[in-house]
């Protein structure tokens, strides 16, 4: 089969999250499964785009409102990612040096509605374009939620309409929502259409894609079970679609995410796995001011609400004062109040708590694999791959259980446990739950025996590009 992935994200091109992990992997396995996938992603003023190898192939123009906006699909032509990346280019919308927000100023773009119209659309005038079509459009998050119902309802693309999309929703906080103020600039669509546009008075791309998908998949099957209770206002949406969506859970790249390979880490995992743990922390030491012979617990990722980042300060602070003995790293960037709070920590609980405010790829595979603990408090989390990438390397999760966490993590209390799990989403909760890990970090034997067990986990993305293959083949 020929599939189209369409996205706003693709590892290694252009990452905010784990949505660019699951694209720049997923086509990939397809491949090697004997299937051929590509992905178009827009093209941001992002280092590595800039220096890599790309061959222009289609140019065309897409209207906005009352102009039209020249725009160009340019392949890959390097031989490094195993799969058909292109990006589209268009000038004046999508030539930043960010992804979502500027780095400047910290701010979300304002122009993102008009962004992401024109990039569906430019997606779909280049499929047109094209001798061979794909059999398959696999759509991405709100982002190209559009585009079903373009293929669907909009004359000008209606000879694209046999061809299935498949939608698949990473995270379904964001809805992309605009105002029906905007609706002239979408392309033409037929007048009785509005109601798949519209959800609660505005049109709302996350539930469009929902409805005028043919098939529809979350990132875990847990999640997909929450969406049905809690999802923002679309609970009943989920409800009704029901019969189209599976859950399928998120793989990792095992040939990026390798301990015995993994050039962005000083020193690689060779049969010792105490040694492995033990190079790798003296490693992070020289970065961070923290305990050599305390265990490390560490949080990688935005620090936002959904992701939790909210709780650590105060759970940090109150293990720390009823006389826990844990270091604390946190690498990611985001709110400026958080950012704040953390500066103050790092100098309040000197070598017990330290920071990077930065997202830094490299910095977060040396951190798997020097880290004893990595702790994920989401209040939501679609699938969550740092909890996967944590068992490779022999780091334990400290998890809340929501989610694909749930889905992935069983506590060590329990037959096979890998991992500590706590449930309310409380400072107390989580402050417990740094007391039961160092508990655990205190046997060495057991540690190390959880850690091999961790590592041995396969999460690899074959059996996950399986289950979309066969969607893809039902539809
Ligand atoms: C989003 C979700 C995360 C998921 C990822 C990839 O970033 O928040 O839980 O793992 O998408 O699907």
Same mark, same amino acid.
């Given at each position: 089969?020929?599939?189209?992935?369409?996205?706003?994200?693709?590892?290694?091109?252009?990452?905010?999250?784990?949505?660019?992990?699951?694209?720049?992997?997923?086509?990939?396995?397809?491949?090697?499964?004997?299937?051929?996938?590509?992905?178009?992603?827009?093209?941001?003023?992002?280092?590595?785009?800039?220096?890599?190898?790309?061959?222009?192939?289609?140019?065309?123009?897409?209207?906005?409102?009352?102009?039209?906006?020249?725009?160009?699909?340019?392949?890959?032509?390097?031989?490094?990612?195993?799969?058909?990346?292109?990006?589209?280019?268009?000038?004046?919308?999508?030539?930043?040096?960010?992804?979502? /927000?500027?780095?400047?100023?910290?701010?979300?773009?304002?122009?993102?509605?008009?962004?992401?119209?024109?990039?569906?659309?430019?997606?779909?005038?280049?499929?047109?374009?094209?001798?061979?079509?794909?059999?398959?459009?696999?759509?991405?998050?709100?982002?190209?939620?559009?585009?079903?119902?373009?293929?669907?309802?909009?004359?000008?693309?209606?000879?694209?309409?046999?061809?299935?999309?498949?939608?698949?929703?990473?995270?379904?906080?964001?809805?992309?929502?605009?105002?029906?103020?905007?609706?002239? #600039?979408?392309?033409?669509?037929?007048?009785?259409?509005?109601?798949?546009?519209?959800?609660?008075?505005?049109?709302?791309?996350?539930?469009?894609?929902?409805?005028?998908?043919?098939?529809? /998949?979350?990132?875990?099957?847990?999640?997909?079970?929450?969406?049905?209770?809690?999802?923002?206002?679309?609970?009943?949406? #989920?409800?009704?679609?029901?019969?189209?969506?599976?859950?399928?859970?998120?793989?990792?790249?095992?040939?990026?995410?390798?301990?015995?390979?993994?050039?962005?880490?000083?020193?690689?995992?060779?049969?010792?796995?105490?040694?492995?743990?033990?190079?790798?922390?003296?490693?992070?030491?020289?970065?961070?001011? #923290?305990?050599?012979?305390?265990?490390?617990?560490?949080?990688?990722?935005?620090?936002?609400?959904?992701?939790?980042?909210?709780?650590?300060?105060?759970?940090?602070?109150?293990? *720390?004062?009823?006389?826990?003995?844990?270091?604390?790293?946190?690498?990611?960037?985001?709110?400026?109040?958080?950012?704040?709070?953390?500066?103050?920590?790092?100098?309040?609980? %000197?070598?017990?708590?330290? %920071?990077?405010?930065?997202?830094?790829?490299?910095?977060?595979?040396?951190?798997?694999?020097?880290?004893?603990?990595?702790?994920?408090?989401?209040?939501?989390?679609?699938?969550?791959?740092?909890?996967?990438?944590?068992?490779?390397?022999?780091?334990?999760?400290?998890?809340?259980? %929501?989610?694909?966490?749930?889905? %992935?993590?069983?506590?060590?209390?329990?037959?096979?446990?890998?991992?500590?799990?706590?449930?309310?989403?409380?400072?107390?909760?989580?402050?417990?739950?740094?007391?039961?890990?160092?508990?655990?970090?205190?046997?060495?034997?057991?540690?190390?025996?959880?850690?091999?067990?961790?590592?041995? *986990?396969?999460?690899?993305?074959?059996?996950?590009?399986?289950?979309?293959?066969?969607?893809?083949?039902?539809?």
């Amino acid at each position: 089969m020929n599939i189209l992935h369409i996205a706003a994200e693709c590892y290694p091109a252009a990452k905010a999250g784990g949505l660019g992990d699951v694209v720049g992997a997923l086509p990939k396995y397809l491949n090697q499964a004997g299937h051929k996938a590509a992905v178009l992603i827009p093209g941001y003023r992002q280092k590595w785009i800039i220096n890599q190898p790309f061959e222009h192939i289609w140019s065309g123009l897409v209207r906005l409102g009352d102009i039209k906006i020249p725009v160009h699909i340019r392949r890959h032509t390097g031989d490094s990612l195993g799969f058909e990346l292109l990006i589209a280019d268009i000038p004046g919308l999508f030539d930043r040096e960010g992804i979502y /927000t500027d780095p400047q100023s910290g701010f979300g773009y304002s122009d993102e509605t008009e962004r992401y119209i024109v990039f569906q659309q430019c997606a779909l005038q280049y499929i047109q374009s094209l001798d061979q079509k794909p059999n398959v459009i696999h759509c991405h998050d709100h982002h190209t939620g559009l585009i079903p119902f373009m293929v669907k309802h909009c004359p000008e693309f209606r000879n694209l309409s046999h061809i299935p999309a498949i939608f698949t929703i990473h995270n379904g906080v964001y809805h992309g929502s605009f105002g029906w103020s905007k609706a002239w #600039i979408l392309p033409w669509y037929d007048a009785d259409a509005n109601g798949l546009l519209d959800w609660a008075g505005n049109i709302n791309p996350l539930a469009c894609g929902i409805k005028c998908c043919w098939k529809l /998949t979350t990132v875990s099957p847990g999640y997909l079970l929450e969406l049905l209770a809690s999802s923002n206002g679309l609970e009943w949406l #989920i409800r009704n679609e029901l019969p189209k969506s599976q859950g399928i859970l998120n793989g990792i790249d095992t040939q990026v995410w390798d301990p015995e390979s993994d050039p962005l880490i000083e020193n690689r995992f060779y049969n010792d796995i105490s040694r492995f743990k033990s190079d790798n922390k003296a490693v992070l030491r020289k970065r961070f001011d #923290i305990h050599a012979d305390q265990p490390l617990i560490t949080f990688i990722g935005r620090l936002v609400a959904e992701k939790g980042a909210d709780l650590l300060p105060d759970a940090i602070a109150k293990f *720390l004062h009823e006389g826990g003995k844990a270091s604390f790293v946190v690498l990611g960037t985001g709110d400026p109040n958080l950012k704040d709070a953390f500066l103050t920590m790092k100098h309040h609980f %000197t070598s017990w708590f330290d %920071t990077s405010i930065e997202y830094n790829e490299a910095l977060s595979h040396q951190l798997y694999a020097g880290s004893d603990f990595l702790v994920m408090p989401s209040r939501v989390e679609p699938c969550g791959l740092n909890q996967l990438y944590a068992f490779r390397y022999g780091t334990i999760p400290i998890v809340r259980a %929501t989610g694909g966490l749930a889905d %992935t993590v069983t506590d060590v209390s329990q037959p096979n446990g890998n991992g500590i799990r706590f449930d309310h989403f409380s400072v107390d909760a989580l402050a417990a739950s740094f007391h039961r890990a160092t508990a655990v970090y205190h046997h060495p034997e057991a540690m190390n025996q959880l850690r091999a067990h961790n590592m041995s *986990l396969d999460y690899s993305w074959e059996k996950a590009a399986n289950s979309y293959i066969h969607i893809y083949q039902s539809t």
